[in-house]
Nanobody, 123 residues
């Protein structure tokens, strides 16, 4: 079974940047879709963006479009979430998720999840 592990979270001031990493292991061939989601305290898990790993096609939530970029390094079995111009509203636990099919924005479409990494943006 595929396993995911996020890293790179931390505390950053508004306007700063962070890069999150998601290491994929457990399968010879990686998932087709890798998604990023986030969940703030007391709120539901929200879509951030996804990448179709083979083609590199990406899609982002309106709230992060133009500020966040998803990329992948297939040789390293790693997907990245580059976050620039961070805002306090971006504070959340960030999760990466994997799907073996071409999926998109829905939480329920993803098969496996990482344990999350905390991102805190101070004002």
């Amino acid at each position: 079974q595929v396993q995911l592990q996020e890293s790179g979270g931390g505390l950053v001031q508004a306007g700063g940047s962070l890069r999150l990493s998601c290491l994929i292991s457990g399968l010879t061939f990686g998932p087709i879709t890798m998604g990023w989601f986030r969940q703030a305290p007391g709120k539901e898990r929200d879509f951030v963006g996804f990448i179709w790993v083979d083609s590199g096609y990406t899609n982002y939530a309106d709230a992060v479009k133009g500020r966040f970029t998803i990329s992948r390094d297939n040789a390293k079995n790693t997907v990245y979430l580059q976050m620039n111009s961070l805002k306090p509203e971006d504070t959340a636990v960030y999760y990466c998720a994997a799907a073996r099919l071409r999926v998109g924005v829905r939480v329920r479409d993803y098969d496996r999840w990482g344990q999350g990494t905390q991102v805190t943006v101070s004002s």
